[in-house]
């Protein structure tokens, strides 16, 4: 099944592979501000994805188990990924 879904998403992971701001990221020819902002935004968009799934999770009629999921992906989404956006800032 996994094979069949990245076949069926082939066009669009070909696009965005060759979007300029990821070619010019990977090479290392994006300025600095762009990749700035793109962190930037990126933290934001962190923080609310990880209130969206600790909401999700406090939903009553969610699993128990899969409330504990949703918190711990929220919370690997607000330390571990953040952690790295916090790197780059101390730079």
Known sequence: ??????????????????????????????????FRYYVIQDALYLKDFADCLRRLGDNANVDPKESKRLHDLAKG???????????FFDK
């Open 77 to 87: 989404a607000e330390e571990d990924e953040m952690a790295l956006h916090r790197g």
């Open 1 to 34: 099944m996994a094979q069949a879904l990245w076949d069926e998403a082939s066009s669009l992971i070909s696009v965005t592979e060759n979007h300029p701001f990821l070619v010019a990221m990977v090479d290392g020819t994006l300025p600095v501000e762009n």
